[in-house]
């Protein structure tokens, strides 16, 4: 059944386009994404699966097609996945799983090194795509909230600034 499945996620991938330039694919392991201490981020009530399982599952097939590519998982910190285009997507998807539940789960910090290292380090990068929930908080406290350690508006004036960079 795993072969088959394999093969069909293989077959799908066919439809995805192969982007010109240098690809980086984010993926959100946060506790809103992989669970946390309020629950457990299951997509339903019948199901085992997290939203960070789709983000694996979807990072692993965009990343199938790109032949310039960085992925990177993201929570607390930023962990770069190390791609092995010998493991089939579903293989890669379950090894994301495995490497994400060292990213720590309280915050999105990770998605601000991201975009900080690429404006100090003036790395260019044609496309970034994230998978997440769109809950962004930083350090131990919700974006935007009393106690952040980052003023509100911070993420999107890294945007901003990655975007002059790289329009």
Same mark, same amino acid.
């Given at each position: 059944?795993?072969?088959?499945?394999?093969?069909?996620?293989?077959?799908?991938?066919? /439809?995805?386009?192969?982007?010109?330039?240098?690809?980086?694919? %984010?993926? +959100?392991? &946060?506790?809103?994404?992989? !669970? +946390?201490?309020?629950? /457990?981020? %299951?997509? &339903?009530?019948?199901?085992? =699966? =997290?939203?960070?399982?789709?983000? /694996?599952?979807?990072?692993?097939?965009?990343?199938?097609?790109?032949? &310039?590519?960085?992925?990177?998982?993201?929570?607390?910190?930023?962990?770069?996945? #190390?791609?092995?285009? #010998? @493991?089939?997507?579903?293989?890669?998807? #379950?090894?994301?799983?495995?490497?994400?539940?060292?990213?720590? !789960? /309280? *915050?999105?910090? !990770?998605?601000? +090194?991201?975009?900080?290292?690429?404006?100090?380090?003036? *790395?260019?990068?044609?496309?970034?795509?994230?998978?997440?929930?769109?809950?962004?908080?930083?350090?131990?406290?919700?974006? !935007?909230?009393?106690? &952040?350690? @980052?003023?509100?508006?911070?993420? $999107?004036?890294?945007?901003? $600034?990655? @975007?002059?960079?790289?329009?």
């Amino acid at each position: 059944v795993l072969v088959a499945l394999e093969l069909a996620v293989e077959l799908a991938c066919h /439809n995805i386009p192969e982007l010109e330039g240098r690809v980086a694919i %984010l993926a +959100d392991h &946060s506790g809103s994404m992989r !669970g +946390d201490g309020g629950g /457990n981020s %299951l997509v &339903s009530a019948l199901s085992r =699966t =997290t939203s960070s399982d789709i983000a /694996n599952i979807f990072a692993s097939m965009l990343l199938s097609k790109q032949p &310039s590519v960085y992925v990177g998982l993201f929570g607390d910190r930023l962990l770069q996945y #190390k791609v092995n285009r #010998k @493991r089939g997507i579903l293989e890669m998807a #379950k090894d994301m799983h495995r490497k994400g539940g060292a990213c720590g !789960g /309280n *915050t999105e910090a !990770g998605v601000y +090194d991201f975009f900080e290292e690429l404006i100090n380090s003036k *790395t260019p990068v044609d496309f970034v795509i994230v998978f997440s929930d769109m809950v962004i908080g930083e350090r131990n406290s919700w974006y !935007g909230m009393r106690g &952040s350690t @980052r003023a509100p508006g911070r993420f $999107q004036e890294l945007f901003r $600034q990655f @975007r002059k960079l790289y329009p």
